[in-house]
């Protein structure tokens, strides 16, 4: 799934780009590259950026989504060496971000659920499949 998520995200830029390239106004407005490896999106060309995505020497390193068209960013995807490490969500859209799903390093998958004032553990750690 983690490699699905990227390889969707690569097709939309790769789009962008080549009806940018090609001249077409179809999908102009849906992307623009700032500054240190910044990618915004802006998909239902709105004039409010729907999808960031933060690229370090090459690699994706962060995905930033506003879901409901809100202006503000409620799911984060991290990555490290091209694998999902964590996926936060702000479930009812009030800038708090509720649920947290984290993949540890030791092959350990975390549920985390906000609830006063921090993060606990919803279910005890899941084996990552395939280890």
């Known amino acids: 799934m983690q490699k699905t ?32 490896g910044v990618i915004v999106q802006d998909l239902d060309r709105d004039g409010t950026v729907d999808i960031r995505e933060t690229w370090d020497r090459g690699d994706l390193t962060l995905v930033e989504q506003d879901t409901n068209g809100d202006g503000a960013f409620d799911a984060l995807t991290r990555f490290r060496d091209g694998e999902i490490t964590q996926t936060e969500y702000d479930l009812d859209f009030d800038g708090q971000f509720d649920f947290r799903e984290s993949w540890q390093r030791d092959g350990r998958h975390l549920l985390e659920v906000f609830r006063d004032g921090s993060y606990e553990t919803v279910e005890a750690p899941l084996p990552v499949s395939g280890q």
């Open 5 to 36: 998520i990227l390889v969707i995200l690569l097709i939309l830029t790769l789009v962008s780009i080549v009806s940018v390239v090609a001249g077409s106004d179809v999908l102009f407005n849906s992307l623009a590259v700032i500054k240190d």
